[in-house]
C-alpha cells in the first residue's frame, strides 16, 4: 500500500523591534534550515469540529496579533495595529497530474481549541491541515502562526498567494502600497521578501526556506495591483517530516527594519516555534483548570461555559507596540478592504459589562487591568471614556468624537468595581483608586435631570441613533444611576468614607421611586423607554427596564405584564429577543438599533427573568446564547443577527466580548443564583435547575483567594447544595428561595412539588421565529398555572417532573403521559383560529393549569 508522506509548515508573526544581532550581523541572505515536526494538538482541550462552510467566519486573536478570515481557509494578517497582508490563498500542482487546484475550494472540516484552529483541506490527490494559533505568551512576542501540514501522493508545488497591505488600524494615516523587494539567499535557492514602506523604521519580512518568488513585477513595469507568491516544492520522498515555517517579522525601528536584524529575526522565530506553540497550549491548559468550570448533565452546555472563558481571554490585547498594557477589545471579523477588523478597538461599556462575566469565573487580575486601563483615560471632569483605538497615540484622538461619546460607562465602572470587591473582597484596589472613583461619582450626580436622574446630554446612553430623535433621559441610564449609586455607596463604605457612603445610599434609595412614578405607563402596563423634562416620555416598547434587576437589589416594582411582552414572539425570536417590539412603527429587523437581536440584550433578559420568577423563558434565552457558540465564529459568539429570520448581520463582529459575556453572567447569576459578598463571607445560592437536572456541579466558584466548590443534588422536594474547597470554611451560604435554610454545612433549598421543562434548538438558518414561548408561570398552593404561546394550530409537548411522593398531577388543557421516575411528559394543543389558518407567523396563547 502506497503509504503518504507528510508536510509540515508555519507561518509566525512578531514585533521584531527589540530582535536586534548583539554580534555583528551574519552575512546576507541567510538560510534558514527547515524544522523537524512537533505535536499541534493538546487532546485535553476542548474541541469543535464542524464541515467547513465557506461563508462563515473565524477569528485566531491574541495580544499581538490576530488571523481572520472565512472557513474556506483564505485569511488576512494583523500584528496590531498594523495590517499586514490579506487574502492569503493556496493553489496546488501534482507532478503528472494535469489538474491544477485551488486549495481554498477543497475546505473541508474546521476544528477550534482554546489555543489552535485548524482548516482541513481534502482532495483524492492530498490532504492539507492548516493550523492557526495567536500566542498568548512564548520566548519571543510572535503575533501569529499557521502550519500547514500537507499529505500527498505524489511531489507537489504549493503557491502561497497574499496581497501586502502593511496598513495601520484604522484612523490613523498608512503609507502607499508597500514596495516588496526579494532577497536570495546564497545560490539563489531560496529568500525572503522585505517590504519597505516609505516611513524608514517600518518593514516587514516573510520567507519560506526552500521557497521561490512567485509573480514579482519589475520596477520598469507599469503599476498594477500585482499579489505577492511563495511557490514551495514538496517531494514526497526527500521532505516527509520537515516544517516548512513562513516566517514574518514586523520592525518598528530603523535598526530593526536593516536587512540583516530582519534576516536575524527571522531565523529566531524559526528556532522558537515548537516552544511558542507549546507554550501557547499551557497557558489555555491553566487558564481552563484554574477557571470556573460546569459540570450538567448537559454537555454542550458545559463546553459553551468553557468556550466563553476562553473567547473573552482571546480578546485581551496589548494597547501600544512596546507590549506595556493590556485591556479588553471589543470584537473581531475580518477587515475585507478596509482598516478596521470588526471593532477591533477598546471599548469601555462593552468591557465593563463583560467584567461581570470575568469576576464571577476568577478573572481577577483581568478585571483589575482592566478598570486601571479605563482610570487611567478618565477625563479631568471624571467621565470615563467609550472607545479607544489601538492607533489613538497616532492620531490627535480627543478631535474625533469618539472617545467619551456614551454616558453609561461612567455609571458601569462603580457597578463593576463594587461587583469586583464583593467577590474578591480587594477592598485596597478600591482604596487605592478611591478618587478616581469619587471623580466618576461627582461626574454622575451633577449632570442630571431636574428629577435628579442621570441623563443622555453628556453622551448617548444606549442608542446612538432612534426615531425620531435622540432621547433625552432613557429608563436605562436611570436603572443603572440607582445601581451605580448603590454600588459606590459600598464601594466608600468599604473604604471608609461613611459620609459619602450615605450620600450615595439615600440617591439610591430616591431614583426607585421616581423611575416608578415617571416613567410607568398605567395605560400600556409597561415602563417608558424615555423622558423628556418637560415630563414627556416615549413609550416604545423595548428590553430596557429588563437592565434593573442586574445587580440583583433592585428591581421595577410593575414589570409583570413586560416580563410577558418579553417572553413572547413580540419581542423573542427563536434565538434571542429583539430590542424592541416587532409592533412599533419604525420596527427594523436589519437595523442596529430598532429591531435587531443582540445576545448581549438577550442577556440582560435572562437573568432578570430568572431574578423575577421566570424560569423558563430565562432557560430559553440563556440556552439561545449558549448554542451560538456552534453557530458561526465556533467557539465565539456575534455581535447581533436578524431580528425577522434566524441570519447573522452581514456586518456583525463574529468573535464579539459581551456576547461571550453573556453566556457566563446567566448561567452563574441567572439559573444558578449566585450572589457574593466576599468581605462578609457569604455566598447567596438561589438556583432554578432545568427540572430534568437531578444534579449539577460549579468548580472553582471564585470567593476571595479561596475559591468554593459547590455541588446540587435533588433529594425530593428539596435541593440540597454543599460547598467544599479551600473557600469553603466558614462560609455562610444564603438564598433568596423562600424557605431555604442552611443546616449541617449544607443549604436546604424547597423544590415546588411539580415541575415543568422545556428543550432548546436553534433553527434552522433562515427560519422564521416558530417555536414555543411560556410567558408566565404561576405557582399557588397545589397548582401550577402556565401561560403559553406556540403558532396557531400547533401541537406542542414539555417535560413534567414530581417531586412530591405520590402524587398524580391532572392536566387542564393539555394531556399527561406516563410517568418514569417522576419525570414524564404532557402535550398542548393550540388552537387555530376561527379562519382555520396554521400560520407560523400568528401566535396563539394557550393558558394550562397543573394541580396535584
Request: charged letters at 20%; glycine letters at 8%; proline letters at 7%.
Amino acid at each position: 500500500m502506497r503509504s503518504l508522506a507528510k508536510l509540515t509548515g508555519v507561518l509566525l508573526l512578531s514585533w521584531a523591534g527589540a530582535i536586534v544581532p548583539q554580534a555583528p550581523p551574519p552575512p546576507l541572505p541567510v538560510s534558514i534550515p527547515a524544522l523537524t515536526a512537533f505535536r499541534m494538538k493538546a487532546p485535553d482541550l476542548p474541541s469543535i469540529t464542524r464541515e467547513a462552510i465557506p461563508t462563515k467566519p473565524f477569528s485566531v486573536v491574541g495580544p499581538r496579533g490576530a488571523l481572520l478570515g472565512q472557513q474556506d481557509g483564505s485569511y488576512e494578517a494583523w500584528i496590531f495595529p498594523w495590517k499586514i497582508f490579506s487574502d492569503m490563498r493556496i493553489t496546488a500542482e501534482m507532478q503528472d497530474y494535469p489538474v491544477p487546484f485551488d486549495v481554498n475550494e477543497h475546505a473541508a472540516e474546521i476544528e477550534v481549541q482554546p489555543d489552535s484552529t485548524t482548516i482541513t483541506y481534502s482532495h483524492a490527490n492530498f490532504t492539507i491541515r492548516q493550523t492557526m494559533i495567536a500566542p498568548k505568551q512564548g520566548a519571543t512576542s510572535a503575533g501569529v502562526l499557521v502550519f500547514y501540514r500537507i499529505q500527498a501522493v505524489r511531489p507537489m508545488k504549493l503557491t502561497f498567494t497574499f496581497h501586502p497591505d502593511m496598513q495601520r488600524m484604522w484612523p490613523a494615516q498608512s503609507d502607499d502600497v508597500p514596495a516588496p523587494e526579494w532577497v536570495e539567499d546564497d545560490g539563489g535557492r531560496s529568500g525572503f521578501y522585505l517590504l519597505h514602506l516609505n516611513f524608514p523604521d517600518h518593514a516587514v519580512a516573510i520567507a519560506i526556506p526552500g521557497a521561490q518568488a512567485g509573480i514579482h513585477a519589475p520596477y520598469q513595469e507599469r503599476p498594477h495591483d500585482w499579489p505577492l507568491q511563495f511557490v514551495l516544492s514538496f517531494d514526497p520522498k526527500t521532505d516527509s517530516g520537515k516544517v516548512f515555517p513562513l516566517l514574518l517579522t514586523f520592525a518598528n525601528t530603523a535598526q530593526a527594519a536593516d536587512k540583516a536584524a530582519m534576516a536575524q529575526a527571522l531565523v529566531e522565530l524559526n528556532r522558537s516555534a515548537a516552544a511558542i506553540f507549546a507554550s501557547n497550549e499551557r497557558y489555555y491548559r491553566g487558564l481552563l483548570n484554574t477557571s470556573t468550570s460546569i459540570e450538567t448533565p448537559d454537555a454542550s452546555l458545559n463546553d459553551a461555559f468553557t468556550w466563553a472563558v476562553a473567547s473573552i481571554d482571546q480578546l485581551r490585547v496589548k494597547t501600544t507596540p512596546d507590549l506595556s498594557e493590556e485591556a479588553l477589545t471589543a470584537g473581531f471579523v475580518s477587515s475585507g478592504k478596509a482598516a478596521r477588523p470588526g471593532f477591533g478597538w477598546f471599548f469601555g461599556r462593552d468591557a465593563l459589562w463583560s467584567l461581570y462575566a470575568i469576576d464571577s469565573y476568577g478573572g481577577f487580575q483581568t478585571a483589575k487591568a482592566e478598570v486601571e486601563f479605563l482610570l487611567a483615560r478618565q477625563r479631568a471632569d471624571g467621565k470615563i471614556m467609550h472607545e479607544w483605538s489601538q492607533t489613538a497615540n497616532l492620531v490627535d484622538w480627543k478631535a474625533l468624537p469618539y472617545e467619551y461619546a456614551s454616558a453609561d460607562a461612567t455609571e458601569l465602572l462603580q457597578m463593576a468595581m463594587n461587583d469586583y470587591v464583593r467577590i474578591s473582597g480587594d477592598t485596597q484596589f478600591a482604596a487605592a483608586h478611591w478618587e478616581e472613583l469619587l471623580r466618576a461619582w461627582q461626574f454622575e450626580t451633577s449632570h442630571d435631570s431636574p428629577d435628579g436622574i442621570y441623563n443622555n446630554l453628556q453622551g448617548s446612553g444606549w442608542v446612538e441613533s432612534w426615531i425620531p430623535t435622540v432621547p433625552h433621559q432613557e429608563i436605562y441610564l436611570a436603572a443603572l444611576d440607582e445601581q451605580a449609586s448603590a454600588a459606590f455607596a459600598n464601594l466608600a463604605r468599604a473604604t471608609g468614607h461613611a459620609d459619602v457612603a450615605n450620600e450615595a445610599a439615600q440617591r439610591a434609595a430616591r431614583i426607585g421611586p421616581v423611575i416608578e412614578r415617571e416613567y410607568y405607563l398605567p395605560e400600556s402596563n409597561a415602563y417608558a423607554f424615555s423622558r423628556n423634562d418637560d415630563g414627556s416620555t416615549d413609550g416604545t416598547a423595548t428590553i430596557f427596564p429588563s437592565v434593573a434587576w442586574w445587580d440583583g437589589d433592585f428591581g421595577l416594582k410593575q414589570a409583570e405584564p413586560m416580563f410577558e411582552r418579553w417572553a413572547s414572539s413580540e419581542f423573542s425570536t427563536d434565538w434571542g429577543t429583539r430590542l424592541l417590539s416587532d409592533k412599533t412603527a419604525f420596527y427594523d429587523p436589519i437595523s442596529y438599533h430598532q429591531g435587531s437581536v443582540w445576545p448581549l440584550f438577550n442577556g440582560w433578559v435572562s437573568v432578570a427573568e430568572y431574578r423575577a420568577g421566570h424560569p423558563l423563558s430565562g432557560y430559553a434565552h440563556l440556552m439561545q446564547n449558549a448554542d451560538l457558540t456552534y453557530a458561526q465564529d465556533l467557539g465565539s459568539v456575534t455581535e447581533l443577527l436578524s431580528g425577522e429570520f434566524y441570519q447573522v448581520l452581514g456586518r456583525s463582529t463574529a468573535h464579539q466580548l459581551w456576547s461571550s459575556a453573556m453566556v457566563i453572567s446567566p448561567i452563574l447569576r441567572g439559573m444558578f443564583g449566585l450572589q457574593w459578598d466576599e468581605p462578609r463571607h457569604e455566598l447567596s445560592v438561589s438556583p432554578h435547575l432545568p427540572a430534568d437536572w437531578n444534579t449539577a456541579s460549579i468548580k472553582h466558584v471564585p470567593f476571595g483567594n479561596t475559591p468554593v466548590d459547590l455541588t446540587m443534588r435533588r433529594d425530593g422536594q428539596t435541593l440540597l447544595i454543599a460547598a467544599s474547597g479551600p473557600g469553603a470554611a466558614g462560609l455562610h451560604m444564603t438564598s433568596q428561595i423562600a424557605g431555604a435554610k442552611e443546616a449541617n454545612g449544607q443549604l436546604r433549598v424547597p423544590l415546588p412539588a411539580v415541575e415543568v421543562y422545556i428543550g432548546h434548538k436553534l433553527p434552522a438558518f433562515g427560519a422564521e421565529t416558530h417555536q414555543m414561548k411560556v410567558l408566565a408561570e404561576r405557582y399557588q398552593t397545589g397548582s401550577l398555572e402556565l401561560v403559553l404561546s406556540a403558532p396557531a394550530g400547533t401541537v406542542q409537548s414539555l417535560g413534567v417532573r414530581v417531586n412530591g411522593p405520590g402524587l398524580h398531577p391532572r392536566f387542564e388543557n393539555a394531556k399527561g403521559g406516563e410517568l418514569s421516575d417522576g419525570l414524564g411528559n404532557f402535550t398542548v394543543g393550540f388552537p387555530a383560529g376561527n379562519d382555520g389558518a396554521h400560520s407560523a407567523a400568528r401566535y396563539v396563547n394557550q393558558t394550562v393549569r397543573i394541580s396535584w
